[in-house]
């Protein structure tokens, strides 16, 4: 009989023979806030774009989830394998939930614990580890999304202050933040600042009319003469590498992640089918359909081996970015495929928000694209193996 939580699809390769007691009991702590408390409003959330993101960070904040790979300063300091395994039930119910913990903890508060000052980390962290604070990471811009080298928010020095000026686009939970991290172009190069919302010149707004994501805050935020002390700089962050580490944390948290979206959407048609009449026999006793759902259920059994064994690597310290490159570009490729596939299976209450499919579609479809591209991250895997860069 499955245990702690385990689904039936999840028995086919026995995977949790890889995970730890503790693993498997914080799995299934989550996964049950996650089926009691997020479950029987997310469609509701998905179809109105409203999601009451400032209590939900509260309460996972409660259960210890935000930052929670994160040490001191209110962070628990768990395992990488740990962490994954929260993303991927998080987005077991939808990508935009898990965002909100991989966000909050691998962009804005790593940013603040990797590259801030004490002061910084005593400022901000214990808040945004309880979800009293939120935080934004902002680095995409209108026009620079691949190319985060190319970007015209510029900072410059006024005495003992700086001045920022740009905007920034594509940003989760910009309009609802307490602090705003944002990078920008500098004489010395691409610099880091902690700056809070309130500052004059700062203004947000939530971006809306998205077909995906929705059960997320998506906003744009311009930054006006924004004023803000030196103390205010990351003062371990400098060049491009800085905001780039911080996206190789939270690509980690994809590669988990998606395979919670896959195993749901494979769960969900797994019952329909089951019940689910054509010409007087289950939808499932045919051979089309158990075809379709072994390959899915193949796909997804190695692309949560593939996750193991990069939490395994990261928590040993041996990873490196281009294996998160083949596991983001893996994982979330294949859980879209499998979202796809499930959708043919359920007909047309595939396209409904009585089924979790084509909400995790959608999901998917942004999933696939932020954090770096397919394109991207085959150009990075492609750079490891040739030795010859096809960026520019």
């Not at 780039?244 to 948290?253: I, K, N, V, Y």
């Not at 081996?305 to 570009?329: F, T, Y």
């Amino acid at each position: 009989m499955p245990t702690h939580g385990t689904s039936t699809v999840e028995t086919l390769l026995d995977l949790d023979s890889l995970l730890s007691t503790e693993d498997l009991e914080l799995r299934s702590m989550v996964r049950q806030f996650g089926e009691q408390r997020l479950r029987p409003h997310v469609a509701e959330w998905f179809e109105s774009g409203v999601v009451p993101v400032r209590d939900l960070a509260v309460e996972i904040g409660k259960l210890g989830l935000l930052g929670m790979h994160l040490t001191g300063y209110g962070c628990s300091g768990s395992s990488a394998t740990a962490y994954g395994l929260v993303c991927q039930e998080m987005e077991a119910v939808d990508s935009g939930l898990r965002s909100l913990v991989s966000v909050q903890g691998s962009l804005a508060m790593f940013a603040i614990h990797h590259w801030g000052s004490e002061e910084q980390r005593e400022q901000w962290l214990p808040g945004m580890a309880a979800g009293e604070l939120i935080g934004c990471f902002g680095l995409t811009e209108p026009d620079f999304g691949s190319n985060p080298g190319g970007m015209r928010t510029t900072a410059k020095r006024d005495g003992s202050d700086w001045i920022l000026n740009g905007s920034k686009m594509w940003i989760t939970n910009a309009s609802i933040a307490d602090v705003a991290i944002v990078w920008a172009r500098a004489e010395e190069g691409v610099l880091g600042f902690a700056v809070p919302t309130s500052t004059s010149g700062f203004s947000a707004r939530e971006m809306t009319h998205k077909m995906s994501l929705r059960a997320s805050v998506t906003s744009e935020f311009s930054l006006d003469d924004v004023r803000v002390p030196d103390a205010a700089k990351l003062p371990g962050a400098r060049g491009l590498s800085g905001p780039l580490a911080c996206l190789s944390e939270a690509r980690f948290g994809i590669v988990f992640g998606a395979v919670g979206a896959a195993r749901d959407c494979l769960e969900a048609t797994l019952a329909y089918v089951g019940t689910r009449e054509v010409f007087d026999k289950p939808l499932a006793g045919y051979q089309l359909s158990q075809a379709k759902i072994a390959d899915m259920a193949v796909e997804l059994g190695k692309a949560q081996l593939l996750a193991l064994h990069l939490g395994k690597l990261k928590d040993e310290g041996r990873i490196r970015p281009e294996q998160v490159s083949v596991g983001k570009l893996n994982n979330v490729r294949e859980a879209l495929r499998i979202a796809r596939q499930c959708r043919t299976l359920l007909g047309a209450n595939g396209i409904t928000l009585e089924y979790p499919v084509i909400r995790h579609a959608n999901n998917l479809e942004s999933v696939l694209t932020y954090e770096g591209t397919s394109e991207v991250h085959q150009l990075v895997i492609g750079e490891a193996l040739t030795g010859v860069s096809a960026f520019r």
